[in-house]
Structures are given as C-alpha cells and as structure tokens.
C-alpha cells in the first residue's frame, strides 16, 4: 500500500481530532468521499481507501450530507437505452 506523508501546520490535535491516528482516518474519509462524489471511484472503491465497510461508507455520507447514489446522466441514458 503506498504511504504519503503530510506536513500540518503547528495545530493542538486536540482542535481537529484526538491523534494522529485519528487525523490519519479523517483524510482518508475526506478523500473517499470528495473522489466519490466527484465520480472518481466507485463506493465500494471509496470505502476501502476510508477503511471502512461499504455500510459504514454509507452512514458516514449521510451524515455529512453527501449524496449516496451518484448519477452519471450519460451512464443513465445508456443504462435506460439498454433497457
């Protein structure tokens, strides 16, 4: 798996989350879930880099407010076309 260091500002942790472990499973979910709302990566995709069950990955998009069923008009189109 790769591994990507990232330098933060002189911040308490205590501001943002309890530990740098903590923080580490923040980004992460924060990245799944922008690429997945971008239509980037799949949900099953976006809840594994979240370390996540795709169930979890579900409940944390509602409770953040992010959509859960992301459409593509163009994959609708083809999808209803195929029938």
Do not use: C
Request: proline content about 4%; cysteine-free; overall charge negative.
């Amino acid at each position: 798996m790769p591994r990507i260091t990232l330098d933060f500002p002189d911040i308490s942790l205590d501001e943002v989350v309890r530990s740098p472990q903590g923080l580490a499973n923040e980004v992460r979910l924060a990245a799944a879930m922008h690429w997945y709302s971008r239509g980037r990566i799949s949900q099953g995709k976006a809840a594994e880099i979240a370390g996540l069950s795709r169930a979890d990955f579900i409940d944390e998009l509602n409770r953040r407010k992010v959509e859960v069923m992301q459409v593509n008009l163009k994959d609708l189109k083809d999808e209803l076309d195929r029938g």
